[in-house]
């Protein structure tokens, strides 16, 4: 869970209530910090939340898709490492 969520969004947002959506990891390689991103739904529009060392921040279209082109890029290398090994 991103740390102080409902105060991020009061002081981004300017409102008390929001729903969250959905939660799921944001791997860092080499990195045990900043570990979830949440979607939430403000006022019928969503945006994605994590944090950038403790502090939260809103995560935009791209910064997610670099995040899941480097997923991509270590899962193929995991997987020709496993088809390589005896």
Partial sequence: MIYQLAAFVKKQFGVDTYAIVE???M??????????????AVQGKKYAIGSMHGSPCILDKAALLDKASEY??????TLNAAESVD
């Fill in 27 to 40: 791997l860092h390689a080499g990195w045990e910090c900043d570990e979830s991103v949440v979607v939430i």
């Fill in 23 to 25: 939660e799921f990891p």
């Fill in 72 to 77: 991509k890029n270590v899962l193929q290398r």
